[in-house]
């Protein structure tokens, strides 16, 4: 089983932020989950320095890309980005010397944008399809940005931290995320659950869960109308929960042996959950963390009654005050 350091970052001292990210707090939504015979156990990931656990990858790819021989010295890095990848590669890359490119769709929230920009990063913001609505980032939407993002990397000899399919998105879960679940609740979870973006928490996480008891049950969580992954026809690309539900019917880091069953959640459902989550437990998270709490909610109400259920809070309510999640 990979291990994590257990010695609290709080009594070390470290030698710049980027140490800082990972170790986050998991506590256990007793009020959210009022009633039900069972337990939810949410990670804060949005205590990160970048306010997400994209900031768990960034490090991790930029590590293995140093190690690897793949990025010299002072040389410029690129990725697509909903916003909380770039944010935590803007950290990572400024703190090591390297020049950052975030390539994002305007339909993302405008925080993002900003946070960005003032952490050191150029932003290359790209038109949506003709039609998009902003907050409503579909597979095309993301398309684009993915043609935008090549463009840059061969203009500037750039490397290209390839979330969606560099091994770092994995092993930044494998290595830290999924052992540090287990060591906080003893290893009393019987179930996770996970928004698909990259689908590399997910990945992650399950392979950490599954090597440690095969009886752990594993869920991809995917917006109603854009279950592409579970095999279902895509009648609502533009839905609201940013940050995945891309409509890619396979993700390259993903494992099919890892998946125990498919959850389908609505933007309603995702937004409604964000704010009990706010009012009741005071964590103050984004749509993604709303759809990860729904989903495990039905699960204890259902098939997985009894238990005690993983989740991640991906990124902060902050990433999100242009929205309506707020309004």
Known sequence: MPQVDPTPRTTRLLPSVVQAIGE?????????????????????????????KKDRIARQIIADAEADGLLAPGQTVVELTSGNTGTGLAIVCGVKGYPFVAVMSRGNSTERARMMRALGAEVVLVDQLPGSIAGQVSGGDLALVEEAAQRIVAERRAFRADQFRLAGNFRAHYL???????????????????????????????????EHDPAIRCYIVEPAGAAALAGQPVTYPGHRIQGGGYSMPRLPLLNPAHVDGYLQVSDGEAIAVARRLAREEGIFAGFSSGANAAAALRLLQGECQGGTIAVVMCDSGLKYLSTDLWG
Request: aromatic share 10%; with cysteine.
């Open 24 to 52: 986050t707090p998991l506590v256990e939504l007793s009020r959210l989950a009022r009633g039900l015979d069972g337990r939810i156990l949410a990670r804060l990931d949005y205590l990160n320095p970048g306010f997400s």
């Open 176 to 210: 830290g995320t999924g052992p540090e679940f287990l060591r906080q609740s003893a290893g009393q979870i019987t179930a996770f659950c996970d928004f698909a973006g990259t689908g590399g928490t997910f990945a992650g996480c399950a392979a950490a869960f599954k």
